[in-house]
């Protein structure tokens, strides 16, 4: 199966998920509904109901298996209303924690946390 551009560019596997979780532009004081469709340590694909242009800074925050996550991702890539991105800034603590449950669902053969 031959990749498209955005997979050949990214280092890491990701994990496909549908996480509700929240977002908020950079700057922005209110946080808007979100699903986070993949994710993986280094980058992850969101939808929302506005619509997000290539360049864009976006707080990122949802809940991976009762923990709470939060990260800064600027987007690079996007399709409609979803919108894909590299992590800009994510505790160490969290992007453990994230690449930790890739790496158990991925080992397990699960390509999707459900």
């Known amino acids: 199966m031959e990749k498209n551009k955005s997979e050949q560019k990214r280092q890491q596997g990701r994990l496909r998920v549908a996480i509700d979780g929240q977002y908020r532009f950079a700057g922005d004081q209110d946080w808007l509904h979100c699903t986070v469709f993949d994710l993986s340590p280094s980058g992850m694909a969101l939808g929302g109901k506005q619509s997000f242009y290539a360049g864009d800074k976006i707080e990122v925050r949802f809940v991976l ?16 209303k979803k919108a894909g991105g590299k992590i800009l800034k994510m505790s ?9 449950i890739l790496n158990r669902e991925l080992l397990s053969g699960n390509a999707r946390l459900t």
């Open 92 to 100: 160490d603590d969290d992007r453990g924690y994230v690449q930790e």
């Open 65 to 80: 298996e009762k923990r709470a996550v939060v990260a800064e991702l600027e987007v690079t890539n996007l399709t409609g």
